[in-house]
C-alpha cells in the first residue's frame, strides 16, 4: 500500500476485555515497529520485529502485552485483560530493510479503556 | 540512558515569518541519529527531517533546517517563511546508530497565526 495502515482507529473497551490492534506496513518493509503514545507525551517503544521474527520486546510494559506478525507482513498487537493505564494511541511503523532505516508511522489506534 | 527534552510545550508564528523548536538529547554514544517528526491532528507522525550525528552539516529540507550542535547536545529545528498547514506537533527523536528504539521528547505545539 502508500502507507502504513491501522485499525480501528479507535476502539473503546471495558477494563478486563482483550483488544486486538491491526498494523499493515508498507509493502515490502521488513521491519516493523510498535509505540504506546499516552496523552500528552511523545511515542515510547514498544517492540520491533524484522520479518516475522520479534527482534526486541523490551518496551511492552506487562505480560498483557503481546504482538505477533506470523507471515512477515502484518502485525497485530494484542492487550489482555485491559486497564485503564493502557488508555493510549498506539503507533506502528515500518521502515525499508534495516532498524535503522527512516521510519514510517500509521495514524495510530486510539484505545480508550472505561 | 538516552533522554530527549523539549522545553517548549508550546510555540506560535505568524505566517511567513521564521520560528525555531529547540531540543537537546542526552547520550554517551557518539554516532547516532536525530529526526524531526511532524504530527498534526490526523495523529499521523511525518518526517520533516533527518540529521546523522557523524555529518557536521546542517540538515536541511526546503523551508525546514536544523542546527545541530553536537557538543551541546541540541539540534533545533528551524521553520523559514511559516504556513498554515505547518501548525501541529513536532516531535524530536534520538535513535543509536545500531539502535532499534526511537527516543521521543514530548513535543511542542506549534500554532501558525494567519
Known amino acids: 500500500g502508500a502507507g502504513v495502515s491501522q485499525s480501528p482507529r479507535y476502539k473503546v473497551a471495558k477494563r478486563g476485555q482483550d483488544v486486538a490492534l491491526r498494523c499493515d506496513p508498507i509493502?515490502?518493509?521488513?521491519?516493523l515497529f510498535w509505540y504506546q503514545q499516552a496523552l500528552g507525551q511523545g511515542p515510547e517503544f514498544l517492540t520491533y520485529f524484522q520479518n516475522e521474527a520479534q527482534l526486541d520486546k523490551s518496551g511492552l510494559p506487562s505480560d498483557r502485552f503481546f504482538a505477533e506478525r506470523p507471515e512477515g507482513s502484518v502485525s497485530t498487537l494484542k492487550i489482555q485483560r485491559t486497564q485503564q493505564e493502557d488508555s493510549a494511541v498506539y503507533l506502528c511503523a515500518s521502515s525499508l530493510y534495516q532498524s535503522t532505516d527512516t521510519q514510517y508511522f500509521g495514524p495510530g489506534t486510539r484505545l480508550t479503556v472505561l | 540512558a538516552q533522554t530527549v527534552t523539549q522545553s517548549q510545550p508550546e510555540m506560535s508564528v505568524q505566517e511567513a515569518e521564521t520560528v525555531t523548536l529547540s531540543c537537546t538529547y542526552d547520550t554517551s554514544e557518539s554516532d547516532y541519529y536525530l529526526f524531526w517528526y511532524k504530527q498534526p491532528p490526523s495523529r499521523q507522525m511525518i518526517l520533516v527531517i533527518r540529521q546523522e550525528a557523524y555529518k557536521q552539516q546542517n540538515a536541511t529540507e526546503n523551508r525546514f533546517s536544523v542546527n545541530f550542535q553536537k557538543a551541546a547536545k541540541s539540534f533545533s529545528l528551524k521553520i523559514s517563511d511559516s504556513q498554515l498547514g505547518d501548525a501541529a506537533m513536532y516531535f524530536c527523536?534520538?535513535?543509536?546508530?545500531?539502535?532499534?528504539?526511537?527516543?521521543f521528547g514530548t513535543g511542542t505545539s506549534l500554532t501558525v497565526i494567519p
Open positions: 527523536a534520538y535513535r543509536k546508530n545500531t539502535g532499534n528504539q526511537f527516543y
Open positions: 509493502s515490502g518493509h521488513v521491519s
